[in-house]
Nanobody, 121 residues
């Protein structure tokens, strides 16, 4: 099995910055794509940013130019630097990884427990 643990959420004023981090641990054979999703109250979970094992990135239009995703393949970590935060960025942010463990021959999605980000004055 594998686990994802996020850190770095909190309360920040509009225009401020936060950095989210996520570490994957456990019986991991290989991690493919990693990413960050978010879910605001009353809304569906949406993709914020994703990054392949080779470093290619993809962002939601709403965060382009403000958020930056990065990963360290050696440490099985993925981070999300969030700048120029807006109240509409308020949500629970979830780390995601498509990975395979040594116990299986297939890849599947794993999720972190979520971390709250609140942007408010």
């Amino acid at each position: 099995q594998a686990q994802l643990v996020e850190s770095g959420g909190g309360l920040v004023q509009p225009g401020g910055s936060l950095r989210l981090s996520c570490v994957a641990s456990g019986n991991i054979f290989r991690i493919n794509d990693m990413g960050w999703y978010r879910q605001a109250p009353g809304k569906e979970r949406e993709l914020v940013a994703a990054i392949t094992s080779g470093g290619s990135t993809n962002y939601a239009d709403s965060v382009k130019g403000r958020f930056t995703i990065s990963r360290d393949n050696a440490k099985n970590t993925v981070s999300l630097q969030m700048n120029s935060l807006k109240p509409e960025d308020t949500a629970v942010y979830y780390c995601n990884a498509l990975l395979r463990t040594w116990s299986t021959t297939t890849y599947r999605d794993y999720w972190g427990q979520g971390t709250q980000v609140t942007v408010s004055s």
